[in-house]
């Protein structure tokens, strides 16, 4: 069974330029999640979607980030315009339908570095 | 709200000693507890969860972890330290979905 995938894994652009997160979680998961780390900083939530719809998206930091979920498989993350302090690692995360506890299974992250 | 507290941000060990990890939380409600491990150049791998069960909670790579809840922590432990540990550890917790990470603790494996 393939893992959580996530595209690119690295990402180099300039401020205010545009750029778009993808993340694929485990087939049949319901449940996903984005989270963001700021160098020498915590890992923290962004937002949450069950299938297609919007969960909660409390840890959003701004309306230049936009979160998607077409069809309730693949999400995109994206951040317009690019602000220095976006810079860090984006972690995806996918949980399965059926309560398990809240267990969460991470991608690799995209390391993305605003100049 | 909750809260995770890793105590030391990097913790080195001789190969072959003891482990101990530290968190301690904050929940206001009874508490999902994980231990996540983090290797070079790759994503967050699960170690162990708490979820009500037994308070001593085993995990993989012969990690281990016990829920106090009169001392509000989830130390990790392992009893002998070998090389492949070396890695950044993250103590999570939850109780309804969003987890909420304390700081890493990167532990180091002196040979």
């Known amino acids: 069974e393939a893992g959580v995938t996530q595209f690119p894994s690295h990402s180099v652009i300039e401020k205010g330029q545009t750029v778009t997160l993808r993340c694929d979680p485990i087939?049949?998961?319901?449940?996903l999640y984005w989270y963001r780390r700021v160098m020498g900083k915590e890992i923290k939530f962004l937002l949450h979607?069950?299938?297609?719809?919007?969960?909660?998206e409390s840890g959003m930091p701004n309306n230049r980030f936009l979160a998607e979920r077409t069809g309730g498989t693949y999400s995109t993350l994206k951040v317009q315009p690019a602000e220095l302090e976006d810079s860090g690692v984006y972690f995806c995360?996918?949980?399965?339908?059926?309560?398990?506890?809240?267990?969460?299974?991470f991608g690799p992250g995209t390391r993305l570095t605003v100049t | 709200a909750q809260s995770v507290t890793q105590l030391g941000s990097h913790v080195s060990v001789s190969e072959g000693a003891l482990v101990l990890l530290r968190c301690n939380y904050s929940?206001?409600?009874?508490?999902?507890l994980f231990w996540y491990v983090q290797y070079p150049n790759q994503g967050l791998q699960l170690l162990l969860k708490?979820?009500?069960?037994?308070?001593l909670v085993k995990g993989i790579n012969g990690f281990e972890a016990e829920f106090k809840k009169s001392e509000t922590s989830f130390h990790l432990t392992k009893p002998s330290a070998h090389m492949s540990d070396a890695a950044e550890y993250f103590c999570?917790?939850?109780?309804?979905?969003?987890?909420?990470f304390g700081t890493g603790t990167r532990l180091t494996i002196i040979p």
């Open positions: 995360a996918s949980s399965q339908t059926d309560f398990n506890g809240y267990e969460q299974y």
């Open positions: 087939s049949g998961h319901d449940n």
């Open positions: 979607f069950v299938k297609e719809s919007k969960q909660d």
């Open positions: 929940s206001s409600v009874p508490p999902y």
């Open positions: 708490y979820t009500s069960a037994a308070t």
């Open positions: 999570a917790v939850t109780s309804s979905g969003e987890l909420t």
